[in-house]
């Protein structure tokens, strides 16, 4: 998905400065504090996170809006599907 | 009169005081300085050795003294429960409604289990975070004539990382011997995308669950526990029968310090990775580097009680408290902190069990990770005299 495809995020999860796995680990709880349909961001400087957090919305079932890499840290975005 | 305030006589707390009063054994003759441990119970536990009580091989009476008997001579015990600590006023509030003034505060308040946080925990997953409940294990293990075991872990952080994967290997251990292991399924369901957060650990133990025939579930952290059909829930929906579950419950930093406005709700302390002292917010605003988030001058945290990335080990705290003891002395003497516990550097040091009587040693700090040596029985030995010489080293400052 584009930047400008982005729709828009109902919350951010500033995780940076967090180490593995506190990015995903924080996700998952914002994850379970949200409805569906909900657009979450996460932000994270662990490098682990882009490959992790992707995984862990595959699995869960969730919809993986997209990865980009910002200044210094990466965001992930995810829609809670269920 | 400088007083020294200890909140929490666990490892981190009792250490701490009695290191500190070491270094003011003057100024506290003279009547110059103080150092107090503040305790709720003014016992103090040995909490590595639940895990050995679930596995038959220790008792609850041995793993408890009187805090008293730990504490150099110097040091003054209040049994009391800690109410509300006021930075501004440099007070801490106790539950029998008096008042204690600090010049230094140490916060050793440590973490809890919180299992009433997930539903039926209680009634359907065993664990070893007390005395209590590594007993019942004890006599789940007993009664277990075969059938599935799963191993999960319900939320990071938690005491003791590698106890869950020293558990899963003891317990296979265990049942090989007692005959049951072709009539068990084991499954161990880590929540991460591999067996433990540390990855240089991580690659140790895999090949010992894939050898020891334990079933390993990645990104599965427990979410849910259906009781009526014994079967948990991960976070990523998928569904692991059980008959016997044990589980790491969920674990949070002391009330206290979310109370008093020190930690956000998780009750995890912000703290300065290097000096240990509290940060006046748990994290930065945009644009601002953690280095400018203004820290307490006289206020520190360690062990448990932290949200630094280390583990939840009275190792860590072990490694901690001549540090905060040395910037306490410092401040309370008027001199810079010195020597070679001016900084904590992320030290850590803990045994690892994979069982048949075999360990490991995991030693680390911020810049090495640790390079586990191949398990044999020395490092399982190890820990066994560790735990038994324990009340005599550690928390005297022996060690």
Redesign the interface.
């Known amino acids: 998905m584009t930047e400008a495809a982005t729709p828009q995020v109902s919350r951010t999860i500033?995780a940076r400065?967090?180490?593995?796995?506190?990015p995903?680990?924080e996700l998952?709880r914002g994850i379970?504090e949200s409805e569906v349909g909900d657009v979450l961001s996460v932000l994270s400087t662990d490098k682990?996170s882009k490959?992790?957090i992707p995984?862990?919305i595959g699995?869960?079932?969730h919809n993986l809006i997209g990865v980009f890499t910002r200044d210094g840290y990466d965001e992930i975005i995810v829609e809670k599907v269920? | 009169m400088q007083h020294v305030v200890v909140l929490g006589g666990g490892v981190g707390g009792t250490l701490t005081a009695n290191l500190t009063a070491r270094k003011l054994k003057s100024r506290i003759a003279k009547g110059e300085a103080k150092v107090t441990v503040v305790d709720a119970t003014g016992q103090h536990a040995y909490q590595p050795g639940y895990m050995y009580i679930a596995m038959g091989q220790e008792r609850a009476d041995k793993l408890v003294r009187p805090e008293k008997s730990l504490l150099d001579g110097n040091v003054a015990l209040v049994v009391d429960g800690i109410e509300r600590i006021d930075t501004a006023a440099q007070t801490v509030a106790l539950a029998s409604g008096a008042t204690l003034h600090y010049d230094q505060l140490v916060i050793a308040t440590g973490s809890r289990i919180v299992p009433e946080e997930l539903a039926n925990f209680d009634g359907e997953a065993h664990h070893f975070y007390t005395a209590e409940a590594a007993a019942k294990l004890r006599v789940a293990l007993d009664s277990f004539t075969g059938g599935k075991i799963v191993i999960g872990i319900a939320?990071?952080p938690y005491k003791c990382p590698p106890a869950p994967l020293e558990v899963a290997f003891l317990v296979e251990s265990e049942l090989r011997e007692r005959g049951l292991r072709d009539t068990t399924e084991m499954t161990f369901l880590s929540?991460?995308?591999r067996a433990f957060?540390i990855e240089s650990v991580s690659e140790m133990a895999t090949p010992i669950l894939g050898e020891k025939g334990i079933r390993l579930e990645l990104?599965a952290?427990v979410?849910e526990i259906d009781a009526e059909r014994h079967v948990v829930i991960t976070?990523?929906?998928?569904e692991h029968p059980y008959d016997l579950l044990i589980c790491v419950p969920p674990h949070r930093g002391a009330q206290v310090v979310v109370d008093s406005g020190l930690a956000p709700k998780s009750g995890w302390l912000p703290t300065d990775r290097h000096t240990l002292q509290v940060k006046t917010v748990a994290?930065?605003g945009p644009g601002v580097a953690?280095a400018d988030v203004p820290r307490y001058a006289n206020v520190y945290a360690l062990g448990d009680a932290t949200d630094l990335?280390l583990s939840k080990a009275g190792s860590t705290a072990h490694f901690e408290a001549p540090v905060v003891a040395e910037r306490v002395a410092a401040a309370v003497l008027g001199r810079q902190p010195g020597g070679k516990h001016a900084s904590y550097e992320g030290k850590v040091m803990c045994f690892f069990e994979v069982g048949d009587g075999k360990g490991t040693l995991l030693q680390f700090d911020y810049e090495h990770p640790p390079t586990p040596p191949k398990p044999n029985r020395i490092w399982h030995l190890g820990k066994i005299v560790f735990n038994k010489t324990y009340w005599h080293t550690v928390p005297k400052g022996r060690v």
Not at chain 1, 17 to 22: D, I, T, V
């Open positions: 500033d400065g967090s180490f593995c796995p506190g995903l680990m998952i379970k682990g490959t992790d995984k862990w699995k869960a079932g269920r | 939320g990071i929540p991460i995308n957060t990104l952290g979410g976070d990523a929906f998928e994290k930065p953690d990335p």
